[in-house]
């Protein structure tokens, strides 16, 4: 049914998905929030935002200047109440912010999944900091948090604790007691058009869940969840390869075992073959039928592998920084990757994974890029490996990324007329 919507580029100009409660809403009914008094500007006086509260599960942050109906096709209305103009739009749902970029070019939603311990809150940490750092300066591409509490919320659950003091993230909390919300980031491209030519602006919205395991047992929350992988217009999946059965042989020397392996929630295939089934039954998908949703399927920490493994590998190799999805290099990583699974008796996951889904990238990665150690990162600090390339092959999907081969004209330089 939604199966129109999936496919990138022809979303329903005039409805807008909320990238917080995903409710689909028409354009029309966006709603605007007062900018409010500040320093001797009159405006109107915060009150508690009761939706937002109920959204959030919390009344705090949730005292903010009124919300007020308008064309939400504008990008700026005059509130009733106090005159004054407000480009601030919210979700009328939720009552969270949906940025003019996101209402203008309704961004994809790319979201996030994996097993428990697969390496999604380290994930989380490194990609986004890759993306705010590095990444967004070779792809002349901004990360922007859409509301504050993302803001918050990274930097006191991930970026203080593993990017600056070096200890690994703690077992993700149950939902029970700390906030369902995801982080929510529109990451925003330039692209084209050389000094004269009209620029044109493309976003993604990533929509990072940090859920454990455990919550997707219960009602509430794996409601939410179905309804942010069915808003997705691509997912990521995290597959951590220790778990994978015949990978263990490859571990490089001296790692604990795996502490969950008795958890069925830990093993890869049941989690995808859980969130695909879900998939399939809320898009009435036929049987038969594979599902159009783009997904990446990344394993992780592979510098936990037998560095022999990896020797002469495609994935060894570093990736060109150019701008551009070298696409020798895609494929040749997810050649590899497919061997590999094949090699560690994984290779039904392949298969599972070409049967239920038109289509599928393969990845090998690493947050960490070193094996940790008794709580801590290792030594070298977190030194981030191919982290960003699942990434990067979704812009390519979604036309915002150029893809080349080495030696073709494209390759090497970062776009025309730089
Ligand atoms: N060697 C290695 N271990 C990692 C890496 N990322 C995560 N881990 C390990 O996996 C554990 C679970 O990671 P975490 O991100 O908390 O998983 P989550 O449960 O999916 O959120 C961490 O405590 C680390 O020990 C990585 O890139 N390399
Ligand atoms: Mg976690
Ligand atoms: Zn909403
Ligand atoms: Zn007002």
């Excluded at 990238?361 to 990162?377: M, N, Q």
Aim: aromatic content about 6%; glycine content about 10%.
């Amino acid at each position: 049914m939604l199966d129109k919507a999936r496919l990138p580029g022809v979303h329903a100009r005039d409805d807008v998905t909320c990238p917080y409660c995903f409710a689909v809403v028409p354009l029309q009914r966006v709603r605007f929030r007062c900018r409010g008094q500040a320093g001797r500007r009159p405006g109107c006086a915060p009150v508690l935002d009761q939706r937002l509260a109920d959204y959030t599960g919390s009344t705090a942050g949730a005292s903010l200047p009124p919300v007020f109906s308008a064309s939400g096709r504008r990008s700026r209305a005059a509130c009733p109440d106090c005159g004054q103009e407000t480009g601030s739009r919210v979700c009328p749902e939720c009552h969270n912010p949906l940025p003019s970029a996101y209402c203008d070019s309704p961004g994809r939603i790319v979201a996030l999944v994996g097993a428990k311990n697969a390496g999604k809150s380290t994930y989380i940490a490194v990609l986004l900091h890759e993306l705010m750092n590095r990444v967004g300066t070779e792809l002349d591409a901004s990360l922007v948090a859409c509301d504050d509490r993302t803001i918050e919320r990274y930097k006191r659950d991930f970026a203080r604790p593993l990017l600056e003091e070096r200890r690994l993230l703690p077992t993700t909390t149950s939902a029970a007691t700390s906030p369902r919300e995801p982080l929510v980031y529109l990451l925003t491209r330039s692209r084209g058009g050389g000094r004269f030519a009209r620029s044109r602006n493309d976003s993604l919205a990533l929509v990072l869940f940090d859920t454990a395991g455990e919550d997707l047992r219960s009602r509430e929350v794996r409601d939410l969840h179905l309804r942010y992988l069915e808003a997705a217009d691509a997912i990521i999946f995290l597959v951590d390869p220790l778990e994978l059965p015949g990978a263990r042989a490859e571990v490089a020397d001296g790692l604990p075992p795996p502490t969950t392996s008795e958890d069925p929630d830990s093993e890869p295939i049941n989690i995808i073959a859980r969130v695909t089934e879900a998939l399939r039954e809320r898009n009435g998908t036929k049987p038969g039928d594979r599902l159009r949703v783009p997904v990446a399927v990344a394993l992780t920490k592979i510098d936990a592998l037998r560095p022999g493994l990896l020797k002469q590998s495609a994935l060894r190799r570093t990736r060109d920084g150019v701008g551009v999805l070298d696409l020798d290099d895609r494929e040749a990583v997810d050649e590899q990757v497919r061997a590999m699974l094949h090699d560690w008796q994984a290779g039904r996951l392949d298969l599972y994974l070409r049967q239920q889904y038109a289509e599928y990238a393969l990845f090998g990665l690493s947050a960490l890029g070193g094996i940790p150690h008794d709580g801590k990162v290792g030594a070298g600090g977190v030194r981030p490996y191919r982290a960003e390339d699942p990434l990067l092959w979704l812009l390519y999907r979604f036309g915002m990324l150029d893809g080349a081969r080495p030696g073709s004209g494209r390759f090497g330089r970062r776009a025309a007329g730089m």
